[in-house]
C-alpha cells in the first residue's frame, strides 16, 4: 500500500465526453504526476503539478487539464473524449519535485472510451 | 529526448530459474534508476531505486545493476517462483527537466510457470 488512492476504479465514456478522474496524495505529498498507459504498453508522462502549479507537461493535447487541491487530492480532466484515450490513468505522488525523489504509484483508473 | 527500452518483451521460465531482465536508456543524465512491477490491470509497486552514484541495490532476491556510462540496468530476480508472474517496467527521470517525472520503457511480461 502506497497511501495512494485512485477514483473511481472503472469507467466507460462515450467519444465526446468529458470525465474527471481523481487522485489522493500520501499526506505532506506536495507534488503529483499524471500518467497513461495504453495496454501492453509503459506509462506515459501526462503533467504534474507542485504546489497547485503545473511543473512540467508531455506531449499531450490541451484537452488533457489538471488541478491539485490543498488537501493533496488532484484531479486529470479530459474533454472530448477520444477511442485513443482508452486506457489506465495513474497517479504518483512524492514529497519534492526534485529528481531524486520517489514516487508512489496509485492503484490507477481505467477508462474505456466506446 | 530520453528513451528507454526493455528486452525481452516476454519472457516465460520454469520455476526456480533465475530472471535477468534488461533495461537501456539514452541519455546517461539521470538522477536514478528505478524498477517497478506491475499486475495486470493494477497499479505499480515500486521494487528498487537505484541512485546515478550506486552500481547496484539488493532487496531480497532482487537484485539490480546499473551502468550509467552505458546506459544500462539489469534486474536479477533468483530462484523464481509463480508469484514473481507479472510485467517488470524500468523507468528513469526525465533528463534536462525539472522535477522527476519518469520515462518509463515498455515493460517486460514475465511468467513462471510451476
Known amino acids: 500500500e502506497t497511501g495512494v488512492t485512485q477514483s473511481p476504479t472503472h469507467l466507460i465514456k462515450t467519444r465526446g465526453q468529458q470525465v474527471t478522474l481523481r487522485c489522493s496524495s500520501q499526506?505532506?505529498?506536495?507534488?503529483v504526476s499524471w500518467y497513461q498507459q495504453a495496454l501492453g504498453q509503459g506509462p506515459q508522462f501526462i503533467f504534474q503539478?507542485?504546489?497547485?502549479?503545473?511543473?512540467g507537461r508531455g506531449n499531450f493535447p490541451p484537452r488533457f487539464s489538471g488541478l491539485q487541491f490543498p488537501n493533496y487530492s488532484s484531479e486529470l480532466n479530459v474533454n472530448a473524449l477520444e477511442l485513443d484515450d482508452s486506457a489506465l490513468y495513474l497517479c504518483?505522488?512524492?514529497?519534492?519535485?526534485?529528481?531524486?525523489?520517489?514516487?508512489?504509484f496509485g492503484p490507477g483508473t481505467r477508462l474505456t472510451v466506446l | 529526448k530520453q528513451e528507454v527500452t526493455q528486452i525481452p518483451a516476454a519472457l516465460s521460465v520454469p520455476e526456480g530459474e533465475n530472471l535477468v531482465l534488461n533495461c537501456s536508456f539514452t541519455?546517461?543524465?539521470?538522477?536514478?534508476l528505478q524498477w517497478f512491477r506491475q499486475d495486470p490491470g493494477k497499479g505499480l509497486t515500486s521494487l528498487l531505486l537505484?541512485?546515478?552514484?550506486?552500481r547496484e541495490q539488493t532487496s531480497g532476491r532482487l537484485n539490480a545493476s546499473l551502468d550509467k556510462s552505458s546506459g544500462r540496468s539489469t534486474l536479477y530476480i533468483a530462484a523464481s517462483q509463480p508469484g514473481d508472474s507479472a510485467t517488470y517496467l524500468c523507468?528513469?527521470?526525465?533528463?534536462?527537466?525539472?522535477?522527476?517525472?519518469?520515462?518509463f520503457g515498455g515493460g517486460t511480461r514475465v511468467l513462471v510457470k510451476p
Open positions: 504518483a505522488s512524492s514529497l519534492r519535485a526534485g529528481g531524486a525523489d520517489t514516487q508512489y
Open positions: 499526506s505532506g505529498h506536495n507534488t
Open positions: 503539478y507542485y504546489r497547485e502549479e503545473e511543473n
Open positions: 541519455d546517461s543524465a539521470i538522477y536514478n
Open positions: 537505484i541512485q546515478s552514484s550506486q
Open positions: 523507468a528513469v527521470p526525465r533528463i534536462k527537466a525539472a522535477g522527476n517525472k519518469l520515462t
